[in-house]
């Protein structure tokens, strides 16, 4: 029979792991466009449009539509547009439009109407 031993993990080992996972979400949430939209959405709150909505991505420029071929970025909209907050509300912030520009991963932001 074969005994197994425990040996409880270091500190150093526990914190590894800790920094390793969050890094590899990181990555993980920014390796496609579609992945970074989502990404935004949940942090933002918008936790049943992050996990259920339609991405789709545009022609426009994200802030110059008339020159789609700006390094601004591409826009994203999320279809059905996620329920504004308040404080969104008080601005001309629309939340189901994302301006997402890629170097090596993705990264959305938010835009506003112009």
């Avoid at 802030?63 to 509300?89: C, F, I, M, R």
Wanted: proline fraction near 5%.
């Amino acid at each position: 029979m074969g005994v197994f031993s425990y040996t409880k993990p270091s500190s150093n080992q526990v914190l590894k792991l800790i920094i390793g996972t969050i890094i590899g979400l990181f990555v993980l949430g920014h390796l496609t466009p579609t992945l970074a939209v989502r990404t935004q959405l949940l942090m933002h709150g918008y936790f049943q449009s992050a996990f259920c909505a339609k991405i789709a991505r545009s022609s426009e420029n994200a802030y110059a539509p008339a020159y789609s071929h700006d390094n601004d970025g591409t826009v994203y909209y999320v279809k059905p547009s996620p329920v504004s907050h308040e404080e969104l509300k008080m601005t001309s912030a629309r939340p189901n439009r994302y301006a997402v520009q890629t170097f090596g991963l993705s990264f959305a932001t938010m835009t506003w109407y112009n």
